[in-house]
């Protein structure tokens, strides 16, 4: 018999009459602020007087922009062969970094840790870690590990270099299995900061500096979790015919296939040229905030020339072509070129839609230079730039980015700010779109705005880290998400009325 | 496939385990054991609350993710400052889908609200931040009914004394500032998080006369505690309470006030869901206030109806008449209607479940009306009270894990083939690329709700389309052949001869 009830969960249950009675009966037992008060409070929130208040704050912070130093951390190290990332610290910061991680990507994220507790708050964590390490290896079996700290390790002040030469020792690990390390406090910077120290360890413990250099180029994407992004550039690079090394890739560890046979291990920068990577001539940095300490040791120690690149948009990406082109000597390769011209076709074709709205962008520091310069490529005008973890020097390179366009004369820009002053500025001075990750969806909740996707993480939507935002290719797919949200606001707005277009 | 016999059970531990160091692999043994064979010893022997072995790859989390995350995070009226840094506020917002009416950053607060130790906090301390903090989000919030500190790993270490600042606080605002020393390094699991959470909800509730507001007497009074709201269980579960003619007077902590748990104590019954993570506030509020507690379980009918009739029985003839009739004449026919639609699709399906503290074995049951048949479970933070409750929902040897590590669990998804594991977030992609079905049973897979009658026909339609998505035939693509184990005969799209 095929019955006629219609099965609703939590999206249509609670609708119902019978839950609205049953939360109106609750209300009596929850003690909580009548309906006049609760309306007023809202309203002053949205006021100046709110937001002065707001921006007066000088110690706690509500909804940041940012997650801890060992999350980055995590991320560098999977980006190579066989390499297993391992925490030493408490152990619910590992399953807090591999959630963060697995609900974005939608892929599973290897990472063991030592679990620390209170013993080893009193004796140390060594004893943690040399268990930890025979564990993980016998189970993994690595061909190399990638420490990283949480505040429990680093607040007592182990010493990995010490602890790691003791594991060996003590035969918990082969003598020359590679174990590269970083401290990676989580009261210092973001995960930006995280991904930089995990990186630059591993560069400068791996790294085999030699005389000669080679006709090769290194590249690195930074903390990007547009996981196609790694996969596009080795694209461009291969148009171009060129030797290169990409540094950290985690672009097929977080994309393996679902066939019946789960590896923890897949694809990843090979070891062999980690190693060799000192020895190519020159280095593109894809991010700058992110690999502040990465680009000190590729330039001063390992005396390469290098080239810090933001490849978002027009300009980005024509800035990555020809730095490739002038690093290698080879030509901009035609098919490239055609995709330049089917790039800014594309832009022919949309940027009426977005010419004179105005967008208010939030994220990591490197991802939203690169995406307010291509809003104000289109005619977008900029309405607040705000991130959680930028630095003064981020701030004024944005307000000069800004200056160079009439679309960004109006912009305010906040190097230190969090998603609740956010909100303030949204309410005060709103603009038609927000940019940002998932979390901006609460905003979109309270101020009505509309929200383009675009930043880490992405919890609510599917699939979109397997785009890539880079190059001319890549712009499409930023275009596509900017242009057709815009396109479908349009149309949500204008449902029942004339302006109910078909052809748009 | 018939179920298998305790020996090779037993075979397969011995042979899960033997990749392991030595003390590792000793330790190990303890964790796993066969249960559910009649006669046998039973399961006071399995070992667990304890540390897990570093390396492993643990599905655990710590005390933090107990306190804050399960426990306090749902009260809707308090601020909880994840005190420490950024970190472990930012993982934990909004992740838990502990549902709430209400509006946010006015009368309700899941938000993360941290105070982002910096260096010179680690260095200096970081009492002075806090008070400011507190001062901060009153003048922001001046509706919240309370703050609640949930400490992080760093505060533990250079000794704060968080207490000093929460009681001079309290009478400066005259509302409960609640400090909980749930660093995560305490303990060995969520669990401790739990406790502490209770304790500290003990002693700044209960034991500070926190009066909350005053309750008609009736002798129907009851609250409902250990229900998280997860998609909206708890409301589920009162609505049953509710027309069976109770009152529920608190709800603890799923979309809870401080109010009704103040409430609670004014119960003459209290209604255990979870009992891993609230028995002991009831234990305490029956040592002090005389009122008795009564565990139960609203997962699928078979339990439903059973624990109904435990709770009237506590009550008068006009409850349990009501009670009777409300099975009778209105929820059978649902449940019933639920049953006869799923059941084909879903009859001798093997389930393998590694949940928290409760979940494994208040949803055997529900698995069994479906007619599905759990064939492994496993939690991830019990205690040994739980594996004693665990005994009478096992209908034949079953393996059981305590503390599963990522090893053990890829190794028995390989042997057991199960047609669906349910588990948590970080083991759901990995079960997948195998080849197998999964939904995540902490969060219910951004569905729910799953207690009570409503929740039944969400899990069953739910289990149905994880257990029989047609994308699980096609794993193997056509060209090749599966293995034998594996292959899903006449439905599988692979190149076998069928």
Redesign the interface.
């Known amino acids: ?3 006629k ?1 219609k ?4 999206m249509d ?2 609708e119902e009459k ?2 609205q009675e ?2 109106q ?2 209300k009596v ?5 009548s309906e006049k ?2 309306e007023e ?2 309203m002053w ?1 949205k006021t100046e007087e ?1 937001k002065k ?2 921006f007066e ?8 922009l ?3 130093q ?2 980055g951390s995590l991320y560098a190290a999977i980006g190579f062969e066989k390499t297993l990332p ?1 925490v030493h ?5 590992a ?6 991680f ?2 974005h990507f ?13 013993d ?2 009193v004796f140390g964590g060594h004893n ?2 040399y ?9 993994y079996k690595p061909d190399m590990f990638a420490i990283c700290t ?3 390790a680093e ?2 002040g182990d010493d990995l270099n010490n602890f790691i030469k003791n594991a060996r020792e003590k035969g918990s690990i082969p003598e020359d299995l590679p174990v590269t390390y970083a401290h990676t ?4 910077g ?1 995960h930006i900061t995280g991904y930089d120290n995990m990186l630059v360890n591993i560069l400068s413990q791996m790294g085999e500096v030699k005389e000669e250099k080679k006709d090769r180029i290194n590249i690195i994407v930074g903390f990007d979790t547009y996981t196609e992004n790694f996969q596009e550039i080795k694209r461009i690079c291969n148009l171009f015919d060129i030797d290169y090394i990409l540094l950290s890739d985690p672009s097929d560890v977080l994309n ?8 923890m291990f897949y694809g990843g920068t090979p070891l062999s040229d980690l190693k060799d990577a000192p020895n190519s001539k020159s280095t593109i940095l894809l991010q700058k905030y992110s690999l502040q300490k990465t680009a000190a040791l590729i330039e001063k120690e390992w005396n390469q020339k290098l080239k810090i690149i933001n490849p978002v948009g027009i300009k980005g990406s024509d800035e990555l072509t020809m730095a490739i082109s002038e690093l290698t000597g080879k030509d901009v390769p035609a098919e490239l070129e055609k995709e330049r011209g089917q790039f800014i076709d594309a832009i022919g074709d949309s940027y009426y839609w977005v010419h004179g709205k105005s967008f208010s962008l939030n994220g990591d520091p490197d991802q939203v230079y690169g995406l307010t310069r291509f809003v104000m490529e289109l005619g977008g005008d900029i309405k607040h730039v705000l991130v959680t973890n930028g630095n003064k020097k981020w701030k004024k390179e944005m307000e000069e980015l800004l200056e160079e366009f009439p679309q960004g004369r109006d912009a305010a820009v906040y190097h230190n700010k969090d998603m ?1 002053h956010f ?1 303030s500025l949204l309410f005060t001075e709103p603009s038609d779109y927000i940019i940002g990750n998932s ?1 901006a969806k ?1 905003l979109t ?2 101020t009505g705005i509309p929200l383009i996707r675009i930043g880490f993480p992405l919890f609510d939507r599917h699939h979109l880290h397997r785009y890539s935002t880079i190059g001319y290719k890549g712009g499409i797919n930023v275009l596509n998400w900017i242009v057709n949200t815009i396109l479908d606001e349009t149309d949500r707005k204008t449902i029942g009325t004339r302006s109910f277009d078909l052809i748009r | 496939m018939s179920s298998r016999t305790k020996e090779e059970l037993e075979n397969l531990i011995e042979e899960t385990i033997d990749i392991y160091p030595e003390k590792t692999k000793k330790d190990r043994k303890k964790h796993i054991q066969v249960m559910g064979v009649e006669g046998d010893q039973k399961c006071t022997s399995m070992v667990s609350n304890k540390k897990t072995k570093p390396g492993v790859m643990t599905m655990r989390g710590c005390a933090y993710a107990g306190s804050k995350g399960v426990v306090w995070g749902p009260v809707k009226d308090v601020i909880n400052i994840s005190h420490g840094p950024v970190g472990c506020g930012q993982f934990s917002w909004g992740a838990r889908r502990n549902y709430v009416n209400g509006t946010t950053g006015i009368d309700t607060f899941p938000m993360q609200v941290t105070s982002d130790f910096q260096e010179k906090d680690i260095v200096f301390g970081g009492d002075k931040k806090l008070s400011i903090i507190i001062d901060e989000l009153e003048t922001l919030f001046p509706l919240s009914k309370g703050i609640v500190i949930q400490s992080e790993c760093p505060v533990g270490l250079i000794g704060d004394d968080i207490e000093a600042v929460a009681k001079k606080k309290k009478e400066e605002y005259k509302k409960p500032i609640i400090p909980v020393r749930c660093e995560g390094f305490r303990g060995v699991s969520q669990s401790l998080g739990h406790h502490l959470a209770n304790d500290s909800i003990r002693d700044h509730i209960y034991e500070k006369d926190v009066k909350g507001t005053s309750i008609k007497e009736t002798s129907y009074n009851v609250a409902l505690i250990g229900d998280y709201n997860i998609g909206g269980d708890a409301w589920a579960s009162r609505k049953i309470l509710q027309d069976m003619g109770l009152n529920v007077i608190g709800q603890s902590t799923g979309d809870s006030t401080i109010n009704e748990i103040a409430n609670t104590s004014k119960a003459k019954l209290i209604l255990v869901h979870c009992y891993r993570s609230m028995n002991y506030i009831a234990r305490y509020i029956e040592e002090k206030y005389g009122v008795p507690w009564l565990e139960f379980n609203f997962f699928g009918p078979t339990q439903i109806y059973k624990s109904m009739r435990k709770i009237a029985e506590r009550f008068d003839n006009n409850i349990k008449e009501k009670t009777e009739y409300l099975i009778n004449n209105v929820y059978k026919e649902k449940t019933d209607q639920i049953t006869d639609k799923f059941k084909v699709r879903l009859e001798h399906k093997k389930i393998m479940l590694v949940v928290g503290g409760l979940r494994p074995r208040h949803t055997i049951p529900a698995f069994n009306d479906l007619g599905a048949d759990v064939v492994l479970a496993g939690y991830e933070f019990a205690h040994g009270d739980d594996y004693q409750r665990t005994e009478e929902y096992l209908k034949h040897a079953t393996l059981i894990v305590d503390d599963m590590t990522e090893h053990e669990m890829d190794k028995f998804l390989k042997t057991y083939k199960p047609d669906m594991f349910g588990s948590g977030i970080k083991e759901k992609y990995q079960t997948q690329k195998a080849g197998i079905a999964f939904r995540q049973m902490h969060s219910w897979d951004y569905s729910g709700p799953y207690h009570g009658v409503d929740g039944y026909a969400v899990f069953a339609r739910d289990i149905d389309m994880t257990v029989n998505g047609h994308v699980w035939k096609n794993i193997t693509p056509p060209w090749k052949s599966c293995s034998t184990e594996t292959c899903e005969g006449p439905n599988c799209n692979c190149a076998n001869d069928k």
């Open positions: 018999m095929e019955n009830t099965i609703k969960d939590h249950l609670f019978s839950f049953t939360f009966k609750k037992y929850e003690n909580a602020p008060e609760v409070t809202l929130t709110y208040l707001n704050r000088k110690a706690v912070v509500i909804n940041p940012k997650a801890c060992p999350l391992y610290g408490s152990q619910g910061c399953a807090y970094f591999r959630s963060h697995v609900r939608k892929e599973p994220f290897p990472a063991t840790c030592d679990s620390m507790t209170e080893a708050a943690n870690m268990v930890g390490l025979e564990n993980s290896y016998k189970l949480s505040c429990m607040v007592i406090p989580s009261f210092v973001s393996s296939p679902t066939d019946g046979d789960y590896r609740w909100r979390y609460y909740q309270d």
